[in-house]
């Protein structure tokens, strides 16, 4: 019997699914990722770890259901490079607002949002709690990718676009659609030095634009990129989002 959601009949959702069953809902981006990367690295990196993640769920007897991948998202940022599709935050809230009304027409009570895209970060959080007053779901949102592999270049803390954890695995997933010759480093160096701003974790963010830090759009060093790191922090990554999922199916606000 199929995961996905999308292939079931109208009966047979209704049927299928029960108020122990996750929706997992893939969210990505059609955007610019520099000269070595394709517009879909991040749609393809979420859906393939939210596939994967599911495929083993399943096989722990988790009762997951897949839906297609959510892949033109928030990406203004990159709205300045030819390629990229991008919704406003008016479009993009409206659109999980409504998937979230869809998903409580099913038996399904809980949703999770495996987001590949960082542009999408807060609006998904702020999505959550909407979707939860809304329609009574229990709603999660979590990375598709996390971490960096070992050994790779020292970008300061600022691999957080087109970088060596991307461009791996985009070298894993589609090696024929990176082009290594055409990468470059491209670190704000100059951030490393503040104390309180700067991105992830730091206390004071800030507006940017991904042209902000030069003209290729890359924030981080792909140069160093390989397939072998890339299965690595596949790997890894569906291991967590498997580790989550465990946690989601059990999930409650009361104790």
Request: proline share 5%; glycine share 10%; no cysteine.
């Amino acid at each position: 019997m199929t995961y996905k959601l999308a292939e079931l009949s109208g009966p047979a959702v209704a049927h299928s699914l029960t108020d122990s069953s996750i929706a997992v809902i893939p969210t990505g981006a059609i955007e610019h990722h520099g000269p070595h990367l394709p517009l879909l690295t991040d749609a393809l990196i979420a859906s393939e770890v939210a596939e994967a993640a599911v495929q083993q769920g399943l096989s722990q007897g988790l009762d997951l259901w897949l839906l297609p991948t959510l892949t033109y998202t928030k990406s203004d940022e990159h709205a300045w490079a030819p390629g990229t599709m991008w919704l406003s935050a008016e479009t993009l809230w409206a659109t999980l607002v409504d998937l979230g009304r869809s998903i409580a027409t099913t038996p399904a009570r809980r949703v999770v949002f495996v987001n590949g895209h960082g542009g999408n970060t807060a609006l998904l959080g702020v999505a959550n709690r909407e979707l939860r007053r809304r329609f009574g779901l229990d709603t999660f949102s979590m990375p598709a990718s996390l971490g960096q592999a070992e050994g790779g270049p020292d970008e300061l803390g600022f691999g957080i676009h087109a970088g060596h954890a991307e461009t791996s695995v985009v070298m894993h997933l589609r090696p024929d659609l990176v082009n290594l010759s055409l990468a470059a480093r491209n670190v704000p160096e100059h951030l490393a030095e503040l104390e309180y701003i700067g991105f992830n974790g730091y206390p004071v963010s800030f507006g940017w634009t991904s042209d902000d830090f030069g003209p290729s759009g890359v924030i981080g060093d792909p140069t160093g990129a390989s397939a072998e790191a890339g299965a690595t922090l596949f790997a890894e990554s569906v291991r967590r989002a498997v580790g989550a999922l465990t946690e989601i199916s059990t999930f409650r606000h009361k104790a």
